[in-house]
């Protein structure tokens, strides 16, 4: 009773300074004024040689999810569940760190991640002017397209050195362009991680809930020469000293206290058109879920008996499950709210100005294209990107054929810079390969399409049936499947080696058969890639004008789309009301943790955590406003996917949580921020610290650690 009447109080002190932010911010705009009145209390010192703030130096992009350093050797924190496919991949049936957690007690322990990418941002520059000098809304939509994507090549070869990657990003709708330099580290190593019962505790059912109860953490370390520079893994590497690193803070959150997140969102669309709103709600995202749950019941089918088959599939099962999830909580949201006749209504607003109607028409007219062909679109993707075998295949041909020209002119992704990658995602594609698997999915996917109606089947995939006569299509695509996978040497790493090196002479006197398949899917796919490119040509014309109405009618601050970038978030501890006379309080707790107790997964609670009780050495670590030792906690964010394993500061930038998830009521953020309703999940930094002081005793790795008391 005491804490629900000092709860409520504090509630009704401060209900008029609280106030939800909405923004994912670039570090070079931000809006300082409005987060020192928020309760910001830290600088923001900016580096004399880039122009960017020091703190970026702190910030990792972790294979497109977030981390942040927390030692000057290198430690990294970041998310049970980003770091889920790099665990799965160092386990075995006989060592199944995923079930069981791992800790390194010193670093000849540590076990290296393969295809684990640290990168941090070192500068942010704007090369908007070079980009766009001399193009003009008149130009041929392709021509416009290849345009802008030769002189982004040509900045990046010109301005690539040493170990600085470049990549170049697009903002407010391509208005705007800025060079970003990356430092990027290729050997990272594990070197915490809880139990499955911890890390992923609630598992799917509880994914995007709350009241949630997840120790969604891990620790891994980034490696560097001897010079700290990034370097391929190598035993002689030693840990990375970062430039920058993070505190972490016990001192606990209350109700109404300031927190900021910086990280890496990936991607929201905030500012696309009523009817794009429309086509994606009612026909892409539920047909995406009902793909998703297709190879979510295959799989799970096919691992029901064979645990080595579960063990292979679960970093997938897991990501399809998460989106799964969020597309149907974005549908459910995106109804209730109402989003469509939102936009609609602005639009009417913006179609009044005489000078917004014929860019409206237009964009109306792009979707409408865009409608067309979509569902042969999305068939024909599936069959060239679920098989895992076909998927590596298709990459080696297109990879070949653009062997053939220029480096400059060729298709980004496919340079001679991208080779590394190349090898990365043949090793990514065959780490989960299950043969039966994919010839289920490419029989599915084949016969799909020949099931189809006339409008959306692909003609290559007819012709190359149509020579077998009076038989079933099962039976024909049965016996191209099984001629297919028996034949083929695509298995075999070494041959994938030489694939990839061959010159596109060698290459085109291949007779394997998968990669002969695949060449007839290339020619499908090079007429999609170049209608492609013809509609993003036409929106680089069609979006900055219609951004710039926009922000006309807007009542916030203006700010770009998310697009994998470094960004910053802020806002307050707070919790939320999804219903009418339901009200969920920002903070969970162990004893909630015990509550959940099930016995078995995804509610199966570790002996060592029922065994968790207040005494000298945890007492740091525990809430006397909650009377307990906190989990979990909500905050007023605006993150997206990427987002996860941001850190969490409070007003001084000492790290008290880590970013994890969104709740459910507002999955619809990445359309539009609700601030009565959208929320961030995150773990509190002090569940960490009791795990890894009370269950693992891991007195070094707390030892290497700046912890704020």
């Known amino acids: 009773m005491k804490r629900i009447l000092v709860f409520c109080l504090f509630i009704i002190s401060t209900l008029q300074i609280l106030y939800a932010v909405e923004g994912m911010y670039l570090l070079n705009k931000l809006p300082l004024k409005s987060m020192r009145k928020a309760g910001l209390r830290m600088k923001f010192d900016v580096d004399p040689q880039t122009g960017y703030p020091k703190i970026a130096a702190g910030v990792v992009n972790l294979n497109g999810a977030s981390a942040s350093f927390i030692s000057p050797e290198g430690l990294i924190l970041t998310n049970h569940h980003v770091a889920f496919s790099g665990i799965q991949q160092l386990s075995t049936l006989e060592d199944n760190i995923l079930e069981k957690g791992f800790l390194a007690r010193n670093h000849d322990e540590e076990r290296h991640v393969p295809r684990f990418r640290a990168s941090i941002t070192i500068s942010f520059e704007d090369v908007t002017q070079e980009i766009l000098h001399g193009l003009t809304d008149t130009m041929n939509p392709v021509a416009r397209y290849d345009s802008v994507d030769y002189r982004i090549k040509r900045i990046i070869a010109r301005e690539e050195k040493g170990h600085e990657k470049v990549l170049i990003r697009s903002f407010y709708n391509g208005k705007s362009y800025f060079l970003i330099r990356r430092l990027e580290f290729n050997d990272v190593r594990l070197v915490y991680t809880p139990p499955r019962a911890i890390g992923e505790f609630g598992g799917n059912i509880d994914n995007w809930m709350w ?63 009523a009817r794009e709103a429309a086509f994606t709600l009612n026909v892409e995202y539920p047909e995406a879920i009902r793909h998703f749950e297709f190879l979510v019941d295959l799989m799970d089918s096919l691992g029901a008996a064979n645990p080595e088959k579960t063990l292979k599939f679960a970093s997938r099962i897991k990501g399809l499950n998460n989106y799964k999830k969020k597309y149907q909580g974005m549908l459910d949201g995106l109804k209730s709210r109402d989003v469509i006749g939102e936009k ?11 000078k917004n109607r014929d860019i409206l028409q237009q964009l109306d007219k792009l979707q409408k294209a865009y409608e067309t062909n979509y569902h ?10 679920d098989p895992r075998l076909v998927a590596i295949a298709s ?8 062997k053939k020209k220029p480096d400059l002119e060729r298709e980004r992704g496919f340079q001679q810079r991208d080779y ?47 020579m077998i006569k009076g038989e079933s299509v099962s039976q024909v695509v049965g016996r191209f499947v099984e001629n297919l996978y028996s034949e083929t040497r695509l298995t075999d790493p070494d041959f994938r080696q ?35 490119k013809k509609r993003a040509g036409q929106r680089m014309v069609l979006m900055p004008p219609y951004f710039d109405a926009l922000k006309d009618f807007l009542d916030h601050t ?73 989990v979990n906690f909500l905050h007023t964010m605006d993150i997206t996917n990427g987002n996860s394993g941001s850190a969490v500061f409070d007003k001084k930038g000492r790290i008290v949580g880590i970013a994890f998830d969104g709740n459910y009521e507002a999955m619809t953020s990445d359309w539009i921020y609700d601030d009565q309703l959208t929320r961030a999940i995150s773990v509190d930094i002090r569940y960490l610290l009791l795990n890894l002081t009370e269950i693992e005793k891991a007195k070094d790795l707390l030892n290497e650690l700046t912890i704020i008391q």
């Open 558 to 630: 203006i700010y770009p789309d998310a697009n994998g970038t470094l960004r910053c978030s802020f806002g307050h501890i707070q919790g939320y009301s999804p219903a009418d006379a339901i009200w969920y309080e920002p903070f969970t707790t162990l004893t909630g943790v015990w509550e959940k107790d099930r016995g078995e997964h995804p509610f199966n609670v570790p002996e060592p955590i029922k065994s968790i009780r207040l005494n000298q050495n945890n007492q740091v670590f525990y809430d006397k406003g909650l009377e307990d030792f906190p």
């Open 395 to 402: 990459d080696l041909v297109r990879w070949n054929h653009e």
């Open 376 to 385: 042969a679109r999305e068939k024909f993707y599936n069959l060239q990107r």
């Open 420 to 466: 590394d990658k190349q090898q990365r995602s043949m090793a990514y594609y065959m780490s989960a390969y299950d043969e039966t698997l994919d010839k289920i999915l490419l029989h599915h996917h084949l016969t799909q399409m020949l099931k189809a109606p006339a409008t959306e089947r692909i003609p290559l995939i007819d012709s190359l049936f149509s």
């Open 211 to 273: 009241p949630r109860h997840t120790g969604d953490f891990t620790i891994l370390r980034v490696y560097a020469d001897s010079e700290n520079n990034p370097a391929e893994y190598s035993e002689d590497n030693i840990p990375y000293q970062p430039i920058h690193y993070f505190p972490l803070s016990v001192k606990g959150l209350k109700p109404g206290d300031f927190t900021m997140i910086l990280g890496y969102p990936g991607r929201t669309q905030r500012y696309l058109t």
């Open 498 to 532: 030489r694939l990839l090196d061959m010159t596109p002479e060698e290459f085109i006197k291949i007779q394997d058969p998968c990669i002969l398949f695949a060449c007839l899917l290339e020619k499908q796919a090079r007429e999609i890639r170049e209608e492609g």
């Open 344 to 354: 609609q209504t602005l639009e009417e607003k913006l179609y009044h100005q005489g």
